[in-house]
């Protein structure tokens, strides 16, 4: 079946600007996690869905970031005013529920110019 | 969740087992251990998590020491698509968090 995508697979922004990352989990999966993965870097959590609601945003840097999953399913990373620093691969992964393996997307790299 | 310690980099000949080993020293009684990779531009992929039991699938196997300090990801014949970033991570079953990744092991098989 169908794994986890992320839409888009780039994105290259100004300074200032605000961008959202998508991300499609494996289709019944009930969790949802974004990670972010600067280079040479191991991913670094940001947020947890279980079901629509943020279970938790511990890993979120800042109020600039912000993440919703509104039915349950597509998940929409959201980031106001960009900054160079931002710039990083942007995972997603999902699992079937909060106890088993999660299955990664293969990321959003995002360029902040 | 407790903190890793591997290896920066291996390398291992084709068709020849891989032995990745990890120390989680302080470990607690409801963490497990669990593998993932990640190959270059792919996200990471999970391989196998294991309490104490050693444990076997498809991919690879999980060799955990009984007091749980340490364990060993072992890939039985390693090819040349088994070259990637193999990470070691501790996390508590049942408590839904996240998965905190170190710096992991950069495995490169050579023919």
């Known amino acids: 079946g169908a794994g986890v995508s992320q839409t888009p697979s780039n994105k290259v922004t100004e300074k200032g600007k605000y961008v959202e990352l998508r991300c499609d989990p494996i289709s019944g999966h009930t969790a949802l996690y974004w990670y972010r993965q600067s280079l040479g870097q191991g991913p670094e959590f940001l947020i947890y869905?279980?079901?629509?609601?943020?279970?938790?945003d511990s890993g979120l840097p800042n109020d600039r970031f912000f993440a919703v999953r509104p039915e349950g399913s597509v998940s929409t990373l959201k980031i106001q005013r960009t900054e160079r620093g931002d710039s990083a691969v942007y995972l997603c992964a999902s699992s079937l529920d909060r106890d088993n393996e999660q299955f990664f997307g293969p990321g959003t790299r995002l360029t902040v110019l | 969740d407790a903190k890793t310690t591997q290896p920066t980099s291996m390398d291992c000949a084709e068709g020849r087992a891989a032995n990745l080993p990890c120390n989680h020293s302080t470990i607690s009684g409801n963490e497990y251990v669990y593998w993932y990779r990640q190959i270059h531009s792919q996200g990471p992929q999970y391989i196998i998590h294991g309490l104490k039991n050693n444990e076997t699938n498809e991919m690879a196997s999980l060799i955990i020491t009984e007091d749980r300090k340490s364990s060993t990801l072992i890939l039985p014949h390693a090819t040349l698509r088994d070259t990637a970033v193999y990470y070691c991570i501790v996390r508590v079953y049942n408590a839904g968090n996240m998965l905190t990744f170190g710096g992991g092991t950069r495995l490169m098989v050579k023919p």
């Open positions: 869905f279980q079901g629509t609601g943020a279970a938790d």
